[in-house]
């Protein structure tokens, strides 16, 4: 018989949203973003420009929530989008607002991190990232 409570994809995504949940709240009053643009922010942030197909890829978002966040960030001037090289798609590059305002939350998002895994021993924490990449692999087709 199933049960939520020992079924992993419901364990997963409660777990999930809570976390969510915990830093949405300061992403959004402090700084006005919700949590699909700050991963944008950060992934962009990270590779230093991409495109939005790229960002489905690196965030697992869907399209849609991608296409929302990216015409938000573009339009608050933190995400701009030039031609590629290619110029059929188009690349998106952290403006130097957008640089600056990576630059005040990262920091912030590394201090809830710790303040979420501060139950969590060094080994347990690098055993949890290593149990979650297995997983991910797993789960892949």
Known sequence: MLSLHDFLPYRLSIASNAVSDRVAHVYQARFGLKI?????????AEQGHTTQAGLVAATQMDKMTISR???????RGLL???????RRTLELALTA???ALHTEIAPLAL???AELLADFSEAERRQLMALLGR??????P
Do not use: Q, Y
């Open 69 to 75: 966040a990216v015409v938000a960030l573009v339009e």
């Open 135 to 140: 997983l991910e692999a797993c789960a892949k």
């Open 80 to 86: 701009a989008r030039t031609e590629a090289a290619d």
């Open 97 to 99: 607002e957008g640089k």
């Open 111 to 113: 201090v809830i991190e």
């Open 36 to 44: 699909p643009e700050w991963r944008v922010i950060a992934v962009v």
